[in-house]
């Protein structure tokens, strides 16, 4: 069986494509996904997404992680499936997609930049050592004051993780610093069950934990992440926000085929 595929990046964070507008694709193949996103025996990914056509969407986006299950939305994978869509011809400059977590407009800002339109986010939960917040995934956000290279993110991540608290499905873990006019991010993804180069929904996670003791109001957050940089746009409204932005860069690697 071959298997063709784009290979697309969002600040480092990598996913595997497929257009099922152009070939078949068993969805319920959870092995042959978890293979395809084997770094060492098959092409290598934090995930993969299939490219869908949809009766009244541009298209819809079927989001796996790399362990081969369905997963929560992701915001980087929800940008660079946008420019896929986008430089295959499927969408102009702007469209109008569904995923796991329901609608979401997106913008090509250029070649290589996409703006991803969130979901509203009204439910934070505040508990001793972080904050928990629902961003299309469930994220916990807990701040350090050391320099974060020192953190072991892979076994505080795991650890974190896997607590009865977040039980059963888990939760994604970020540890985040205020350094200057920037949220400096590292992430242990649930899923992936290791810490990636970035993350979407955890950035815009940060971005709201950054903005909590703020004044209503629109801002914008500057996140570092180790693959890159990220924008958050969000109005706050108390403790409720909406018109949720993340901006960042998005492209192809590279495509091939594969005989699975």
Not at 140 to 158: A, M, S, Y
Not at 242 to 248: A, D, K, Q
Request: net charge negative; charged share 25%.
């Amino acid at each position: 069986m071959i298997v063709e595929f784009y290979k697309y990046q969002a600040t480092g964070n990598d996913f595997i494509i497929i257009d099922t507008l152009k070939q078949s694709f068993d969805e319920n193949n959870f092995s042959l996904v978890r293979h395809l996103c084997d770094r060492h025996f098959g092409i290598g990914a934090d995930g993969l997404i299939l490219f869908k056509k949809h009766p009244s969407f541009d298209f819809e986006m079927v989001y796996y992680n790399a362990n081969g299950y369905p997963a929560t939305m992701c915001g980087n994978g929800g940008r660079s499936i946008t420019a896929f869509a986008y430089h295959y011809g499927y969408i102009k400059n702007a469209c109008r997609f569904v995923a796991s977590d329901g609608e979401h407009l997106a913008k090509v800002i250029d070649s290589k930049t996409i703006s991803l339109k969130m979901n509203d986010v009204k439910t934070i939960v505040q508990h001793p050592d972080g904050v928990e917040i629902h961003t299309g995934s469930p994220h916990f956000v807990i701040e350090v004051n050391d320099d974060l290279n020192t953190i072991n993110v892979n076994e505080l991540g795991k650890k974190i993780r896997n607590e009865s608290r977040f039980a059963p499905e888990g939760i994604n873990v970020n540890f985040v610093k205020i350094d200057n006019d920037e949220i400096v991010i590292r992430t242990y993804e649930r899923g992936v069950e290791a810490e990636t180069l970035s993350c979407g929904t955890g950035s815009v996670a940060a971005a709201i934990w950054a903005s909590l003791s703020l004044p209503d109001g629109n801002y914008s957050k500057n996140i570092r992440a180790l693959g890159g940089n990220l924008k958050v746009h969000l109005q706050k409204e108390k403790t409720f926000f909406s018109n949720i932005w993340l901006e960042g860069n998005a492209f192809k690697v590279f495509e091939g085929k594969i005989d699975v």
